[in-house]
């Protein structure tokens, strides 16, 4: 099985500000015939399902706003909230979907 | 529209079985995988299964094979999640989520989750 391990459990930011999440796989999720990572992120606010936000490592689902962003490659991804709103404040997961799936164990994001 | 209508909450004993429900629409049915998803109280999310409801191939978690059943009905665009003997531990929101066309993709469209309480 593929592990995900996210960083750091909780983190709270000012309004404005950036919040950066991060995700490590336990091996590589890089398929090297298409030179993409399968990895996803989520965001889950309270009382409501998941909502896919980014997916091969980068690239955001239709809708999600600009603010956010993926980044990282192999082994080591970053979700990155550039200017944190109010409306972000959730947990926010990663999936990989290299080898059937499997989530991170989450973090969560507060407003300072 | 992609919808995914899941059945409402349920409490049982445990012991007892359980048969849930998740219904799309707005999208060709047979042509997307269907996963589930467990989240227990106040933790984090765990895949359980996918289902291809175009010809029921089904693949499991592990953790979760041999615990539930997961199954299909193309026919009227319903996927389903099943217990025959439910446990305290089973207590968790269950979700059901749209794949793609192929077993290893993320999930778009999420249904909205039921509340399956265990207690004696």
Redesign the interface.
């Known amino acids: 099985d593929i592990v995900m391990t996210q960083s750091p459990d909780s983190l709270a930011v000012s309004l404005g500000e950036r919040a950066t999440i991060n995700c490590k796989s336990s091996q590589s999720v890089l398929y090297s015939s298409n030179n993409k990572n399968y990895l996803a992120w989520y965001q889950q606010k309270p009382g409501q399902p998941p909502k896919l936000l980014i997916y091969w490592a980068s690239t955001r689902e239709s809708g999600v706003p600009d603010r956010f962003s993926g980044s990282g490659s192999g082994t080591d991804f970053t979700l990155t909230i550039s200017s944190l709103q109010a409306e972000d404040v959730a947990v926010y997961y990663c999936q990989q979907y290299y080898y059937t799936l499997t989530f991170g164990g989450g973090t969560k994001v507060e407003i300072k | 529209e992609v919808q995914l209508v899941q059945s409402g909450a349920e409490v049982k004993k445990p012991g007892e079985s359980l048969k849930i429900s998740c219904k799309g629409s707005g999208y060709s049915f047979t042509s997307y995988w269907i ?1 589930w ?1 467990r989240q227990m109280p106040g933790k ?4 359980m299964g ?1 289902i291809y409801p175009g010809d029921s191939d089904t ?1 499991y ?2 953790s979760f094979q041999g615990q539930v059943t997961i199954s299909a009905d193309k026919s009227i665009t319903t996927a389903y999640l099943q217990w025959s003997s439910l446990k305290a531990s089973d207590t968790a929101i269950y ?1 059901c ?1 749209r794949g793609e066309v192929v077993p ?5 469209y ?4 039921t509340l399956v309480t265990v207690s004696s």
Do not use: H, K, M, S
């Open positions: 996963g998803v984090g999310l765990e895949w996918i693949r978690n592990p979700y989520a290893a993709a993320p999930f778009d999420w249904g909205q989750g």
